[in-house]
């Protein structure tokens, strides 16, 4: 039988009640002034949010949207992506990247990573470059960016636009340079479970490049610059006031927030060797978003640590271009092979700003006895 440590209760991926909890007062107040104020639809809260988080990232313009995967589409039609042109993108990083090109009219070209970071390999990106290259979707992976230089050297070249997906990347570092401000624009999600997350769906598109802002702005309400007259055609696609008056309050705790995540990762890097786990890269500061190792045989470990009362997750279990809605994009299995191993072989342990140092070591001792009886 395996052995439960006591009656200890599991060791959970993520618990979104202690941050409440700890921010109660803040939360509850926010809510309250924004029901009271009576405005729920782009007010006083989403300008105000805009300014505090595009500031935070460096840059000057910001636009809430309805979600990350707006956040990339807009990005892109804002970037000048029109229907027929290629984008660039990643197969590791779940599906939205490829989801938000097909929703911008134009057609996802994937390229392979960088077996160190799990981040877009500038050598691939390069090899991938058409007359039909319009953007690069570079998604800053599990909280720490790419080798953003060389791809932008390239990009520059060649003529690509350059936007970051930064939904796992609230608050990480590229050179001394936060994510975000490192490309033309870069696309955020508020998803409850990021890094900076609300109580539903949110997103944000942070540029330092007015027209692009004001594009973005355009078209997530049916191209309004004056109410009912579309300049250009648009969509639905806004933040809410709750969730901006709740993210304003979020905002202000982030960086210790990502401080927390970034001690329980030390913790376990230092005892985890082991396992792999995708590095912090030298160039980076990583804010570890997820905390990934890489197992040969990983479902038997992630059977082993259920056992034992540790959750974990796997980001992400298949490669965009294996999906049955992609297989039409005609990269068949073979084609990209550090992506496909990634999708075989990665281990997301539990990690989050409130995760006790307790359940840390729990999670430590029960992939150490794995190791010890593999
Ligand atoms: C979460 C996520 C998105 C999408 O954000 P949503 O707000 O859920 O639409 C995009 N890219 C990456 C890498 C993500 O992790």
Redesign the pocket.
């Known amino acids: 039988m395996p052995l439960r440590s006591g009656t200890a209760p599991p060791v959970p991926f993520n618990d979104l009640r202690p941050q409440y909890q700890s921010l109660r007062d803040d939360i509850d107040a926010a809510i309250a002034r924004v029901l009271n104020g009576g405005r729920v639809i782009l007010g006083p809260e989403v300008e105000a949010f805009e300014q505090e988080f595009a500031g935070y990232c460096g840059v000057a313009h910001g636009v809430g949207l309805?979600?990350?995967?707006?956040?990339?589409s807009i990005g892109l039609k804002a970037l000048g992506v029109r229907p027929g042109d290629e984008v660039i993108t990643v197969a590791n990083?779940?599906v939205?990247?490829v989801a938000?090109v097909e929703l911008a009219g134009a057609r996802p070209v994937l390229v392979d990573i960088d077996p160190s970071t799990h981040t877009m390999a500038p050598e691939a990106f390069r090899a991938a470059i058409t007359t039909r290259t319009r953007a690069v979707v570079v998604?800053?992976?599990y909280g720490q960016p790419a080798d953003m230089e060389p791809l932008l050297a390239i990009a520059r070249q060649r003529g690509v636009r350059v936007l970051e997906?930064?939904?796992?990347a609230h608050g990480a570092m590229y050179r001394g340079r936060r994510c975000g401000s490192v490309g033309d624009a870069a696309?955020?999600?508020?998803?409850p479970t990021?890094n900076l997350g609300g109580y539903g769906?949110?997103?944000m598109l942070v540029t330092a490049d007015p027209d692009v802002a004001d594009q973005a702005r355009l078209l997530r309400q049916y191209g309004w610059r004056t109410a009912y007259y579309s300049e250009i055609p648009g969509l639905n696609s806004r933040l809410d006031e709750l969730q901006a008056a709740i993210l304003r309050v979020k905002l202000r705790h982030l960086d210790t927030a990502n401080d927390a995540r970034r001690r329980i990762a030390r913790r376990y890097t230092e005892a985890l060797e082991d396992l792999a786990p995708v590095r912090e890269a030298q160039y980076a500061q990583h804010v570890y978003?997820l905390y990934v190792v890489q197992v040969a045989q990983r479902d038997a470990l992630r059977s082993f640590l259920s056992e034992r009362g540790v959750s974990s997750a796997i980001?992400y279990p298949i490669a965009s271009h294996l999906q049955a809605a992609y297989a039409r994009l005609g990269t068949g299995l073979g084609s990209l092979p550090v992506s496909e191993r990634a999708a075989e072989t990665v281990l997301s342990l539990p990690l989050f700003p409130e995760l006790s140092e307790e359940d840390a070591e729990r999670v430590i001792e029960a992939c150490r006895s794995f190791l010890s009886v593999a």
């Not at 309805?66 to 990339?72: E, H, K, P, V």
């Not at 696309?187 to 998803?191: D, N």
């Open positions: 309805a979600s990350g995967t707006d956040a990339l990083a779940g939205p990247p938000a998604v800053q992976l997906d930064c939904a796992q696309a955020f999600s508020f998803y990021k769906d949110g997103g978003h980001h």
